[in-house]
């Protein structure tokens, strides 16, 4: 099993963190900051795991995970959704879409890095 | 011959006896079973009124005169009554569906109820019948100085006989036609009586023929070889005279007040008229029949100067048939009376009605008309016109000395009134035409006819006399006898061209120039149009009609059941078997209050009297009618604002809704972007301490790495909620501005110092001219810089030239200060244009950006506050922002 994930977000402060806490995990962390071009990018890189913002300049991330949902390539990426709204219509909308878990930000670093290993060993669908 | 009170005795008789059927038939009208009242031919004969003594004796006399020029004042009714059918219907419908009580009324009404116009065309009734009146005493008296002991006869004198017979007349009148202000103006026992009359005269007419063809000559052969023999056949007949009188008596008989009262007013039911207009033609030929055989044998056998107007009673005499010249005497007495009873009372109507009546109530100041007071001052009126009416013809006739052939006076009269035509004509088939115009026609046709015709009759004293003949002024073409320089004309046919003529010319050129009132419009439709909207008179039942018709009405107002026992108790109450009430004053008055509960008081009245033609419905009733109606109107139209009111709120409180809705929305989209912006730097301070926390085997430098992140997120914290308060003030109008004096250019350097950019000689290069900003402010000199603060941070995080450059450019304009931000990078998308000032609008190209993209937001506010704006400058290669300053931020250097 694969130890590559694709990280879509476009906070740098945020992406550092992450980067930081999974590279530790022993995971192999890209990042990719656009919206717009996110689909080409995990088109290129087939990622193991994706950890996708929903807040991102040029295209949503829920476009982008309905969107993967539809490639026969992609429609069982295991995505990690990750979102600074904190209502819970939009953590229903992504699972809803087929996100395999979900994250509200701010999240404790323990809570990502135990998400992002049950997302990608198939583990049952959760978030908080 | 007769002694004079043996004559007086008889006429006393007769006059008594034509109370009886007067009376008797007034009785049986109120009780609603005279039959034969309501009989075509009763109205026929109360027609004959038209041939007055006037033509009992005078035309015999004519004849004698002038041939056959006698038929002329026959042949115009009976062409009017024959050809004219459909007018005569016309005038009876206006007449009945407008409860016209008089000819000027008719007029009055039908110019928007003309109170000036009616008065007119009473005084020009009164005047053109006044002459009328006289030639009937004059005939009168002449046939009792012919009939009655010549030595008596003296003894009491011409004047006092006509005083006398004055004096009678308007007893008769007053009885008969003033005895209640029931009036729908009907007189059914004085019509019976005149009917009577007509009978009588005809009958007298007839015998005195048959005595003549039969007892003088020897049948009608004889009589018309007697008449070829007479120097009557000689007479040529002047054709313009023929068609000039038979006009002017087709006129008389429409504009007559005497016949409009029994043609229009006294009509009970439009379908007599269908008979008339045959009946009435046989009567007026019968009448004309033996005309001319008494004429020529007057002429061969009574002595020469004796006065043909009188050959009908003189003949008789001369053959010692006193029965027969007794019953010609009551014939011509028959025909003076009934010709003055009718136009006596016609003109007191017409006298009260629009002269006496409007002149009280204006004195008294607008009493109720149909208070009891005031139904006693009309009775009163009308009995006071008919006394002054018959004491006009006493002083006309002994001023005019009884001289003039009774057939010229009467021609006269009847150019008189022939001037109501046009208007009367006009009315009934114009719409067009206007009270202006009638009173224009009018009012000039009769003065032409006063002063052509009237005047040189009538003036005998030697005081007009000099202006008659010489022309006022000494105008000779003014002169009556010369008018316009006319001479050797027919003066009658004179002045009816001329008085007829521009009478028509100026009714139809004033109208024409001239708008209709509205009223008179409303009027005119009800008149020209009368046969589109009203129903022909039912037959006059009576009483038990009008109750009926009551009961309907009550019926539709009331309900069936509650009208149904009204009816039933008044029955009762009044001793009637029958289910239906007589409808006297107190049940009328009973029923309008029961009415009134639903309809209003003015309305009930109205229709109760519509029905009952109890009375005119007056222009005050209809005011009253129209006030109620008013105020149903306005009560409905403040119904109908309410509900209109109603919707409205209903409107706006939907806008509201939708607008708390659209509200609440906002707020739901603003605090998930909060906390969008809120949470964003604290997953970055929450994972950076939390891996600060676990502590080992960090490096130092990855330590203070993750440090320097968590404060620059803290500080990106306290900067969101500061902007966040600032635009929470601006937005809430509760900033209170520091204005105070400055120059542009120390807040433009104040602004690029806050920057950083001068010391660090920075990203971006300023391009400032310090030429133009020397310009003194008088404004909140930092909340300006916060706005110039955020634009040149704007452009230093934006601008993606390779060499940025911001470009301040200051544009002083008439009344204000431009200050232009451009830098040199790719400037905004045009799509996005439309949302930099949005809240949390931040540019998609930009991966970093530190803001919450609350920056232009909060200059935009700035500026208004500051009473000037921010826009942004399309189309000018790289982003462009201007500042405008408004006038009164600029200090008067």
């Known amino acids: ?128 | 011959m007769l002694s004079l009170d043996g004559l007086v005795a008889i006429c006393v008789v007769y006059v008594v006896a034509l109370f009886g059927i007067a009376f008797l038939a007034e009785k049986k009208a109120t009780e609603g079973s005279a039959r034969w009242l309501n009989s075509p031919f009763v109205y026929t004969l109360s027609l004959s009124i038209y041939t007055t003594a006037w033509t009992f004796y005078g035309a015999v006399g004519s004849a004698a005169r002038s041939g056959l020029e006698f038929m002329t004042i026959y042949l115009g009714p009976t062409l009017v009554f024959i050809g004219w059918f459909w007018l005569l219907r016309k005038m009876v419908r206006i007449g009945r569906a407008q409860r016209i009580t008089s000819i000027a009324d008719m007029i009055s009404s039908r110019y928007g109820k003309s109170g000036a116009l009616a008065a007119l065309v009473t005084v020009l009734a009164v005047i053109g019948t006044t002459p009328y009146v006289a030639l009937q005493l004059q005939s009168v008296t002449l046939s009792f100085s012919v009939f009655a002991d010549p030595g008596e006869f003296a003894a009491l004198g011409t004047d006092t006989t006509a005083v006398w017979v004055a004096g009678g007349l308007a007893l008769f009148t007053i009885i008969f036609g003033t005895r209640s202000l029931d009036v729908n103006e009907r007189h059914p026992g004085l019509v019976s009586a005149i009917a009577l009359e007509a009978i009588v005269k005809l009958a007298a007419l007839l015998a005195v023929g048959v005595f003549v063809v039969w007892g003088v000559a020897e049948g009608p052969e004889d009589i018309l070889a007697r008449i070829d023999e007479s120097p009557i056949s000689e007479w040529t007949s002047n054709g313009a005279r023929w068609v000039g009188l038979t006009t002017l008596s087709a006129a008389a008989i429409l504009c007559l007040p005497r016949m409009f009262q029994v043609l229009v007013v006294e009509n009970a039911n439009e379908g007599h008229l269908a008979t008339a207009s045959w009946a009435f033609p046989l009567y007026l030929l019968l009448m004309s029949l033996f005309v001319l055989p008494i004429a020529v044998v007057g002429l061969q056998v009574l002595p020469e100067g004796a006065n043909p107007d009188l050959y009908v009673l003189t003949l008789p005499l001369a053959f010692d048939q006193d029965m027969l010249a007794l019953l010609v005497f009551l014939g011509g007495f028959s025909s003076a009376t009934s010709m003055v009873i009718v136009a006596a009372l016609a003109l007191s109507t017409m006298l009260s009605n629009h002269i006496i009546v409007p002149i009280w109530l204006w004195v008294t100041k607008g009493e109720d008309p149909m208070s009891g007071d005031m139904r006693r001052v009309a009775l009163m009126a009308r009995r006071l016109s008919i006394i002054g009416v018959l004491f006009l013809g006493l002083i006309y006739y002994r001023s005019s000395g009884g001289s003039a052939a009774l057939a010229s006076i009467g021609l006269i009269a009847f150019l008189g009134v022939s001037q109501v035509l046009p208007a009367l004509l006009g009315g009934i088939f114009w719409r067009g035409a206007t009270r202006a115009g009638a009173l224009a026609g009018i009012a000039a046709g009769f003065a032409i006819w006063a002063w052509v015709l009237l005047m040189p009759n009538a003036a005998t004293s030697g005081l007009m006399q000099g202006t008659l003949e010489h022309g006022p002024f000494g105008i000779g073409w003014l002169r009556p006898s010369t008018p316009l320089g006319i001479r050797g004309a027919d003066p009658l046919l004179t002045a009816m061209v001329l008085s007829l003529g521009i009478n028509t010319f100026l009714f139809t050129f004033v109208s024409l120039i001239t708008f209709p009132s509205p009223m008179e419009r409303l009027q005119g439709a009800q008149f020209v149009n009368v046969f589109d909207h009203s129903a022909p008179t039912p037959g006059w039942q009576g009483g038990a009609a009008a109750a009926d018709d009551l009961l309907i009405m009550a019926q539709r107002i009331l309900g069936t059941g509650r009208a149904g026992r009204l009816f039933q108790q008044a029955a009762a109450a009044q001793g009637r078997a029958a289910s239906l009430p007589d409808p006297n004053p107190d049940f009328l008055k009973m029923l309008e209050r029961e009415l009134a509960g639903s309809v209003g008081a003015a309305t009930a009245h109205a229709m109760v009297y519509q029905i009952t033609g109890g009375a005119t419905v007056s222009v005050r009733d209809l005011l009253a009618v129209a006030d109620e109606t008013a105020q149903m109107m306005e009560y409905s139209s403040q119904l109908e604002r309410q509900s209109s009111e109603l919707t409205r709120t209903a409107a706006r409180l939907r806008e509201a809704n939708q607008k708390l809705t659209e509200l609440a929305e906002q707020k739901d989209t603003f605090l998930s972007q909060i906390s969008h912006e809120l949470r964003t730097p604290m997953t970055s301070i929450r994972a950076f301490s939390e891996l600060l926390m676990q502590g080992e085997g960090l490096e130092d430098e990855t330590r203070q790495k993750f440090s320097r992140i968590i404060h620059t997120e803290s500080m990106r914290l306290t900067r969101l909620l500061d902007d966040l308060l600032d635009l929470s003030v601006l937005e809430h109008g509760r900033v209170t501005l520091n204005e105070s004096p400055v120059t542009l250019a120390e807040v433009l350097d104040k602004a690029e110092a806050a920057t950083g950019v001068m010391e660090s000689g920075g990203r971006i290069r300023i391009v400032r001219d310090r030429e133009t900003e020397q310009i003194d402010l008088l404004t909140d000199g930092d909340r300006l810089a916060q706005v110039f603060i955020n634009l040149i941070s704007n452009a230093q995080k934006y601008c993606d030239a390779e060499e940025p450059e911001l470009r301040i450019r200051v544009q002083r304009q008439p009344g204000r200060v431009d200050v232009e931000f451009s830098d040199n990078g790719s400037g905004i998308p045009t799509r996005q244009q439309s949302l930099i000032f949005e809240k949390f609008t931040r540019l998609e190209t930009t991966r970093d950006a530190q803001g919450a993209g609350l920056g232009l937001a909060i200059s935009r506010e700035i500026m208004q506050r500051l009473g000037g704006r921010l826009s942004y400058v399309p189309g000018q290669g790289g982003a462009a922002f201007r500042v405008r300053l408004p006038g009164r931020a600029l200090r008067a250097a």
């Open chain 1, 1 to 128: 099993m694969g130890r590559r994930v694709l990280l879509v977000e476009d906070e740098i402060n945020i992406f550092e963190a992450i980067s930081f806490l999974l590279s530790r995990d022993g995971w192999e962390v890209s990042g990719h900051g656009n919206g717009a071009t996110a689909l080409d990018e995990i088109a290129r890189l087939d990622p193991d795991v994706l950890v996708l913002d929903v807040m991102l300049p040029g295209r949503s991330g829920l476009d982008i995970l309905r969107d993967l949902r539809k490639q026969p390539e992609t429609s069982d990426l295991p995505v990690l959704m990750l979102t600074a709204k904190g209502q819970s219509k939009d953590r229903d909308l992504a699972l809803a879409l087929g996100a395999n878990a979900y994250l509200t930000k701010p999240f404790s670093n323990s809570e990502m890095v135990e998400t992002l290993n049950r997302v990608a060993t198939g583990g049952q669908k959760a978030g908080t």
